[in-house]
């Protein structure tokens, strides 16, 4: 979140209000921002825009710099052209998957694309999680999203559950223990990278 403020405030915020004061920031300005921006930018980063400014004036309000924040009920209109996403059948992903060289990247995209599980469900498992012929699986944490994560437990006890590994998926889990050194502990990450830690959610968007 913090990270978000950071890119909007940097890269639209303060090219709009440069040296304005919050106190004299009017409606009317708020507004020209937006309408600067629709067709430039889609309505996603627009309403980070208008959520950002709204935050920094009703903290100005809260620390009485001014009486109201004039960034309330500011409409942001859908795109004209909504983005579309490209939908590959498993089969086909599998199938182009195959084809890499074999990665923890790669195997970590096979299992996601063989079983229902979460990104960060799968990002977090560990070689302990695993029954003793990798037949079955017990998800009970998920990895956090920090560049050295951590575990967390699932939210709800719905969430934490066992499940049995197709044979393509447990497949998958064999080849990326055969990856490990032999003195390999039930605490080591499924997919370690080789540095002790998982994929990152950008490495897997890159890759």
Known sequence: TVKRYEVVINNHLNNHFKNILLADIRRSDIEALVSSAQGRVRSATIRHMVATISSVLSSAVDDGVIARSPATRIA??????????????????LELLERQTP?????????????????NEVRGLRLGDFTNDYA??????SATRDMVPARKALKTMSGRRSIVLPEPARAVVLEAVQRHADGRLPSTWLFDMGDGNPPTEGQLRYY
């Open 103 to 119: 990665s923890p990247c790669r195997d970590l995209l096979k299992l996601l694309t063989v079983i229902p599980l979460r990104l």
């Open 76 to 93: 942001v209109a859908r795109d004209a052209q909504p983005r579309t996403h490209d939908m590959v059948d498993p089969r086909k992903m």
């Open 136 to 141: 079955e699986v017990h998800i009970s944490e």
